[in-house]
Structure formats: structure tokens, C-alpha cells
């Protein structure tokens, strides 16, 4: 298990991005959470395998199709192991 902490730029509220976000990690088995910054970013914690995490920073990158994804500033991190699904925090 390994986690990862991500700020994503460019235009990236107001384009279904959270949602999509959530959908994707689902599909992956990852748990976590996404939410919109005050700073008009996208802020992500997300823990599971390896692998998964590399499929779900690819898509991070470019994330769903209305969004434009400029940056993403990622830090490995240590799992906390206490997030049950990945969802939409505010």
C-alpha cells in the first residue's frame, strides 16, 4: 500500500473533474478524497497499490474531457490506512 498527495492546475473547476476523479479512483480500488482549492485547483490524497496509483496520476493529467490540466504537483506519501472509499470532501 502507498499513497500520494497531488495539487492539480489549470482549469480544473466547474468541469466535472471531482466527480470523474471519484469515478476513476473507484474503478481502481483506491480510497481518498478530492476536493476544489480556494486557489481554483484540485487538491488529492489517494492510497492503494502501486500500480494503481501510477494508472490514476496518468489519468490526473489529463482528467476528463472539458477539464485542461496545466500541472500536477505530486508527493509520495505514507498510506494512513483509515479512508474506507474515495470521495468528494469540501
Known amino acids: 500500500m502507498q499513497a500520494f498527495h ?3 492546475k489549470g482549469e480544473v473547476q466547474g468541469v466535472g473533474f ?3 476523479a471519484v469515478m476513476r479512483a473507484e474503478r481502481l480500488g483506491l480510497t481518498g478524497w478530492v476536493r476544489n ?3 481554483g485547483d484540485v487538491e488529492v490524497w489517494a ?3 502501486p ?3 501510477e494508472h490514476f496520476y496518468t ?3 489529463s482528467g476528463p474531457s472539458m477539464a485542461r490540466v496545466d500541472e500536477v504537483l505530486k ?3 505514507r498510506p494512513r490506512g483509515f ?3 474515495f470521495s468528494v470532501v469540501f
Open 59 to 61: 489519468w490526473l493529467q
Open 47 to 49: 492510497e492503494g497499490s
Open 83 to 85: 479512508y474506507s472509499r
Open 6 to 8: 497531488a495539487i492539480v
Open 18 to 20: 471531482r466527480m470523474s
Open 75 to 77: 508527493t509520495d506519501e
Open 37 to 39: 482549492t480556494e486557489e
Open 51 to 53: 500500480e494503481n496509483l
